[in-house]
């Protein structure tokens, strides 16, 4: 086998001595598998442009340390395109993976595209995953907790059978993700006519802290976002700055523990953002502030048999032909509705706007599309100024200004990017270098995570941001909403999949799913490349 070898050593002095890393260069046709296996901390695994054919299980379980991650990526302006011909075995399937980067490939074919089976501080970006046979990502192995991963910048598309964008957690709390970053992501068409399922993300019952940012996703088959409760497993989950249309069912789905916040919704099947029970959540600790949200029919938000608190404040709500706020069921007196304005009904709960308040609005349900306020029009500073966030779509500052929906008012027009499909282009979307704390997740006051007492008069519901998220009130049980799509868990190469059952009538979705390196003297530097291959 050829392989050619880039010498390079780096250094870090470390106390008395000095830590090496090894980068190491490989091509189609070379054991790239066996490559991997090998990395050790501080490693740099490079792949050559081409495509690198799959026929046999792909798996392997590495691990570098905060100091010393292991990064396998593409090499500067080449293209590695990893390729399985068939679904009979998962593309990659990784085992364990601590502290490591997989940067800039493309994979495609096989089963599920990249299966995470244990992971912590692992950091996919800037890859692509389509035309898979089943889910492009999952991580959802029975009883682990994927700790700080980072999903950036990815294209995700083409997906079949449950046909996931992303798979995160396990029905039940039977795994979490937990403290994450999915931020950046251009996921779309997971809507073929094979697909069962299909949502664009969705993270699983029990999964806490983790942030939804800037990402872009359409033309899919269940919800472009689907979450559930924390189960008290820790905070509310962050959606914000993301935009989306064509989503099959909702366009957001929550069940409780979230906040939702800046995004812009252009079309969905059902409702654009949905509140409703879901395993063992009920809508409560849920803040749905600043959304502009675009419905030809049904309704802009939704909340169903709340048990705890809701917020609504600030959206643009434009269902013309629905509801612009609904309410069923549940304890309506720990609901907040304030500040919101568009078209629909709304229980007199919104002032009036149209889409000429908007730059350049329709109801035609994807771009282009321009959903920044008009000047002189109903959205500008018309919002309760209690509720106002500390940033927009843009991330722009919103400096305590109640410019109702996902954009601050700025004379001099949207001084953002331009909705369309692709990426987004945003400030913020990749974080620093790996540390030995989380990742980066923002400021307590840019993400409203530092959650005061509940509101003192819980049954009038009079709550802001900063005092609604607070313990879970959830009941016992689902509710009834079985959720049987597939196994969380199994033996490699897949955990296969079977039908879901039927939604019910109110829309309720119910979806499936290494050791330290040597230290030299700081005069003695050797190149050592290791090559370890774990049994099969």
């Known amino acids: 086998m050829q392989r050619r070898l880039i010498t390079t050593v780096v250094l870090w002095l470390v106390g008395p001595g000095s830590v090496f890393a090894a980068s190491t260069e490989l091509g189609p046709g070379d054991n790239i598998e066996a490559a991997i296996q090998g990395l050790g901390p501080g490693d740099e695994l490079v792949l050559r442009g081409g495509l690198y054919t799959l026929t046999e299980r792909f798996s392997f379980g590495i691990a570098g340390t905060a100091q010393q991650p292991i990064l396998i990526r593409a090499k500067d302006g080449e293209r590695p395109h990893l390729m399985r011909p068939n679904a009979n075995e998962n593309l990659i399937d990784i085992d364990q993976a601590d502290y490591v980067t997989i940067r800039g490939i493309e994979f495609s074919g096989g089963s599920a595209g990249l299966r995470i089976s244990a992971a912590r ?4 970006e800037a890859c692509e995953i389509h035309d898979t046979g089943d889910v ?72 806490h802290d983790n942030i939804i940012r800037d990402n872009v996703i359409h033309d899919t088959n269940y919800p472009c976002i689907l979450t559930y409760s924390a189960t008290g497993n820790g905070g509310p989950n962050l959606i914000e700055r993301n935009v989306m249309w064509n989503c099959g069912d909702h366009g957001i789905q929550a069940a409780a523990d979230a906040i939702i916040r800046n995004n812009l919704i252009l079309s969905a099947g059902s409702d654009g953002i949905a509140m409703q029970q879901h395993q063992s959540g009920a809508p409560s600790n849920l803040v749905v502030v600043h959304n502009t949200i675009l419905k030809a029919t049904n309704d802009a938000i939704s909340v169903r048999s709340n ?24 304890m309506p007196g720990l609901i907040t509705v304030v500040g919101n304005a568009g078209q629909g009904n709304a229980g007199g709960g919104l002032a009036p706007a149209v889409l000429a308040d908007l730059v350049n609005a329709h109801l035609n349900g994807a771009p282009p599309i321009d959903l920044f ?37 700025a004379a ?21 270098p790996f540390d030995a704390g989380l990742p980066d997740l923002g400021s307590p006051d840019a993400d409203q995570r530092d959650l005061g007492p509940p509101a003192d008069d819980a049954s009038r519901g009079d709550a802001s941001p900063g005092d609604v998220l607070t313990g879970l009130d959830v009941p016992a049980g689902d509710g009834g909403n ?15 999949g079977t039908p879901e059952v039927a939604r019910g009538s109110c829309g309720c979705t119910t979806s499936g799913h290494g050791g330290e390196g040597p230290t030299l003297s700081p005069v003695l530097a050797v190149l050592l490349v290791r090559r370890r291959r774990r049994a099969r």
């Open 121 to 124: 501080f692992l950091t996919i």
């Open 307 to 330: 048990t705890g608190n809701v917020l609504i404040a600030n959206n643009a709500l434009f269902a013309p032909n629905g509801d612009a706020i609904f309410i069923g069921g549940g």
């Open 412 to 432: 001099g027009g949207n001084p953002g990017w331009v909705i369309g499909a692709g990426f987004k282009d945003a400030v913020g979307v990749v974080p620093p």
């Open 482 to 496: 079985v959720d049987a799509s597939r196994p969380d868990a199994g033996p490699a190469p897949d955990a296969g």
């Open 136 to 207: 492009a990502l999952r991580a959802n192995d029975t009883g682990v907790t994927y700790e700080s991963l980072r999903i950036l910048n990815n294209h995700i598309h083409d997906t079949h059978d449950t046909g996931e964008g992303m798979y995160l957690g396990c029905n039940n709390d039977g795994c979490r993700l937990a403290n994450s970053l999915i931020a950046g992501n251009w996921v779309h068409h997971t809507n073929a006519a094979d697909v069962a399922q299909g949502d664009g993300i969705e993270i699983k019952e029990g999964s």
């Open 373 to 409: 306020p008009a000047p002189g029009g109903a959205l500008v500073a018309a919002g309760d100024p209690a509720q106002v966030v500390a940033d927009d779509f843009n991330g722009t500052p919103r400096n305590g200004v109640a410019d109702i929906g996902a954009y601050a008012f």
